[in-house]
């Protein structure tokens, strides 16, 4: 939630900015649009975690199938941009998830150097907040459609906690900002009505940390008032990443793709 604070204050600011150096231009009604919901994913979450002193590597595990994490859950959303210039904008988005559960497993689990048993009782938790930032530029903006080509940042921030049951909780940290490329296009049928693709990837190494990124939107907008509407669309969002530093040894997979329904501004 800090690093979340942290974007809404630089975006906000940012945005205040922008209008008071772009108020005489009258191009276009709608500089800034703010949208919060919900997103009811699927999600797939795999993990392992080494031994950081042996190099011993840990079990990998389905935490959904293994550990009894809901695979479906509702999650609030943010989705936000700001047109500083007809062909300039920037764009904000958030979305936070928390999952815990408890199960006596059945087979002997290796995580982190701990030895789990058969038939122990391990309390498990998955928190992500997955921000986004991003600059977007259109190579073409008219009233009927535009496209554009995107550089953003996708922040990704995991806690992962395993347990018996009764022990102190212990949780390993990861914050992975990949930079990601994308584009967008969007379709104007009419002022109520619009249609926005969106997509995003990149595959990099920082730090000794191994990570890709796919993401993606599909979202129907249907406004039935001037400034005040309603966003229906479909989310994607594929995140591995692999790591050998002393706070985390091992790798994890976290997917998750499914509907979501937002309520919109637009000014």
Do not use: C
């Amino acid at each position: 939630m800090k690093l979340f604070t942290r974007f809404i204050t630089l975006w906000l600011a940012i945005a205040f900015a922008g209008n008071v150096l772009a108020a005489d231009e009258t191009w276009r009604k709608d500089r800034f649009s703010f949208g919060v919901g919900f997103y009811r994913p699927n999600v797939d979450t795999r993990i392992s975690v080494s031994d950081p002193v042996s190099g011993r590597s840990g079990t990998l595990l389905d935490l959904e199938k293994d550990l009894d994490l809901k695979d479906r859950k509702s999650q609030f959303m943010i989705d936000t941009h700001f047109r500083f210039a007809k062909r300039h904008a920037i764009e904000f988005d958030y979305i936070s998830l928390q999952r815990n559960s408890t199960k006596t497993i059945l087979f002997e689990i290796d995580y982190d150097g701990d030895i789990f048993p058969i038939d122990a009782d391990v309390n498990v938790k998955f928190e992500t907040d997955v921000t986004r930032l991003a600059y977007r530029f259109s190579f073409i903006n008219n009233e009927k459609m535009e496209i554009a080509a995107s550089v953003g940042l996708h922040i990704t921030d995991l806690k992962v906690g395993l347990n018996i049951e009764g022990d102190p909780e212990s949780f390993n940290d990861v914050t992975a900002p990949l930079p990601t490329l994308g584009g967008s296009f969007e379709y104007h049928f009419s002022e109520n009505w619009s249609f926005l693709i969106r997509g995003e990837w990149l595959d990099i190494e920082i730090d000794n940390v191994n990570g890709s990124l796919t993401s993606g939107l599909a979202e129907l907008q249907w406004y039935p008032w001037r400034n005040f509407g309603f966003g229906l669309g479909y989310n994607v969002f594929d995140f591995d990443v692999s790591a050998t530093k002393s706070d985390l040894t091992g790798s994890i997979k976290y997917k998750y793709d499914g509907p979501r329904l937002l309520l919109e501004a637009r000014f």
